[in-house]
């Protein structure tokens, strides 16, 4: 079955300090890749896509992602954090072979920025 | 331009009861699909319906059924409830079927005692 891997569940930082989450997932032929983020209190809000071309791709808020093809990855970034990006964040994996919507998410990341 | 709707936002039932969830896509989405988020977890895919057809089902039991109405909001049914289906349901919708870009809502949350 298809997987999505997201590691250091929780993560603490200082205002200005530099962010990356990582993702991988498994083997299952051409994907859509996203990242999602769920600010407290709020519901699911999509923070940057990629479907194809440049595997570097910028969202909102100042995030960018990188698809690295054979690493299975999608790591998001963001140079320097604001308390306001304190949320969790969810990789999310679309494998086109299903033919749908279907997305895998991983476990997520809860990410708390100190002022 | 309303975003994805869904109600009950929380209830609570007691195990061996049914429950019905509702959700209105935002308006000309046709396809709205259901996940389970357990706490600690990533969201897990229930089903998907596009244009009142089901397009893809997860790894859960015949106890969970979905509909999707001619306005394209939908339904999901879980019978005879257990402890272990406590849990925020999300609704999504797209305007797409197939490309997994997905507009949540706020969820139901259901517990179940």
């Known amino acids: 079955a298809q997987s999505v891997s997201q590691h250091n569940h929780h993560v603490i930082l200082s205002e200005a300090a530099s962010l990356e989450l990582g993702c991988n997932y498994s083997y299952g032929g051409t994907v859509n890749l996203f990242w999602y983020v769920q600010y407290p209190g709020q519901h699911l809000q999509l923070l940057l896509k990629y479907f194809s071309g440049d595997p570097l791709v910028k969202g909102i808020k100042g995030f960018e992602a990188e698809f690295i093809k054979s690493k299975f990855s999608f790591n998001l970034r963001k140079p320097s954090v604001q308390w306001s990006d304190t949320a969790e964040y969810f990789c999310?994996?679309?494998?086109?072979?299903?033919?749908?919507?279907?997305?895998?998410f991983g476990k997520g990341n809860q990410v708390v920025v100190i002022p | 331009d309303t975003g994805v709707t869904q109600s009950p936002t929380h209830l609570i039932k007691t195990r061996g009861q049914q429950v019905t969830l509702r959700c209105s896509p935002i308006s000309g989405h046709k396809s709205v699909s259901w996940y389970q988020q357990v706490l600690g977890q990533g969201p897990q895919f229930i089903f998907q319906y596009y244009e009142k057809e089901e397009r893809g089902r997860g790894n859960f039991p015949d106890r969970f059924s979905a509909r999707q109405f001619p306005n394209y909001s939908s339904e999901l049914n879980v019978n005879a409830l257990l402890l272990g289906d406590s849990a925020l349901y999300l609704c999504a919708s797209s305007l797409q079927d197939n490309t997994g870009e997905l507009f949540f809502g706020e969820g139901s949350r259901l517990t179940v005692l």
């Open positions: 999310a994996v679309n494998y086109l072979n299903y033919g749908n919507n279907r997305l895998a």
